[in-house]
């Protein structure tokens, strides 16, 4: 249950019973009723899963974990996307679609946290380096962020613009979170950090594309932070070679947290209601 701020305090006189509640969660607020602000938080049981990975049976508890999805945007994704524009083969984006239809609503249903986290940059590219803006456009006739392609869908990966927006086949949910990011990595120059924190997560689940390149780079900056980082590599994809895939899961296990499938989690979840 999302939790909206509430800008007046009820004057005890009025003879609002209710109580009011400020915060990001339920875990996570003040009450204020009887005329005292309470700061007390409200304790929260854990909700243990238990399913394997690829060393060893791994224990989260469903009310602190937040699966990520990384990047399943139309720019990325679609026929008339940026990326198909731009000659990249779909086989790869695409292969976390089916996937992650059948991961989601069971997920949601026991009670996780969605997180989608997409590039969604500024129109003047104003903090995008020389480094990005130039890997993202290569030559001086290519298409590159914030530009428009010939199937003029908008600007390329632009917040608020048609290929930023997840695709029509992964739905939205109202109680899903949504974040931008302007970097490989989730986690720079952004809020996402602190929108995890307020809500108490501490255990992330990444699925998505690409596994080498913007799921690799969150996850790594998510366990540079401290977080429990879970790849679940049949829920990821990416059009690079399959050394790459093999190098990024030896060394997600070797350093930075552990490696299952979706399929592992579905089977501790149970089929949806």
Known sequence: MNIKPIDLIPDPADGIAADVKFGPAEHNAWSVSDGAVSLVRQP?????????????????????????????????????????????????????????????PCWREAG??????????????????PTIHFKGKRTATGIGYAERSPIDRGLSVVTGEWGAQVIDELKVEAADLSVDKHRVSGFWDNELDAVLRLRGITTLLFVGINTDRCVFSTLQDAAFLGYDCILL?????????????????????????????????????????
């Open 112 to 129: 996780g946290q969605v997180v989608w986290l997409n590039w969604g940059i500024r129109a003047d590219r104003a903090n995008l380096s």
């Open 44 to 104: 929260r049981l854990p909700r243990t899963l238990r399913f394997a990975s690829s060393l060893l049976d791994l224990e989260i508890d469903l009310g602190r974990s937040a699966i990520i999805v990384v990047d399943m945007q139309n720019d990325f994704c679609h026929k008339e996307g940026w990326f198909a524009q731009k000659g990249v083969s779909l086989r790869a984006t695409r292969r976390p679609i089916p996937v992650l239809k059948k991961l989601l």
């Open 233 to 273: 590599k049949d829920a990821c994809s990416t059009p690079s070679p399959a050394y790459v895939t093999r190098s990024i899961l030896f060394i997600v296990e070797q350093l930075h947290g552990f490696v299952a499938t979706a399929q592992s989690l579905l089977t501790a979840l149970g089929s949806p209601r």
